[in-house]
């Protein structure tokens, strides 16, 4: 996970906090219970605040399917840092936090489209 964070907070939001700024990244941590050890992390962008947006994933709402299933929770320390963000900068970002955790050796990442 420290090369994870390394990751994420080599990344900065241009439009941080800027007026009109009201969309987010968020990272969950997966967790495969069927393989011993298997973690990754999925990179989300959302308009909502990150707790609701990971609630509808759990409950199926417009949910990815590999957070329903293996989401564990929020991981704020990887992305809180971005957030709020003008949506064109969330939509670019998403793809790149993604790339980053894979570069950072990360053993399986989902999101980032």
Known sequence: MPAAHRAAHGLRA???GVRGAKHALYVVLLKDTRSA???G???GETSLDPDM???QHKTGYKASRFVNRFGI?????????????RRWEAVELE???AEAFRNAGVPWVEGGH
């Open 14 to 16: 241009t439009t941080h």
């Open 37 to 39: 050890g298997r973690w």
């Open 41 to 43: 992390l999925y990179v």
């Open 53 to 55: 947006r990971f609630d």
């Open 73 to 85: 929770r929020l991981l704020p320390q990887l992305f809180a840092h971005f957030n709020p963000l």
């Open 95 to 97: 793809p790149v936090l």
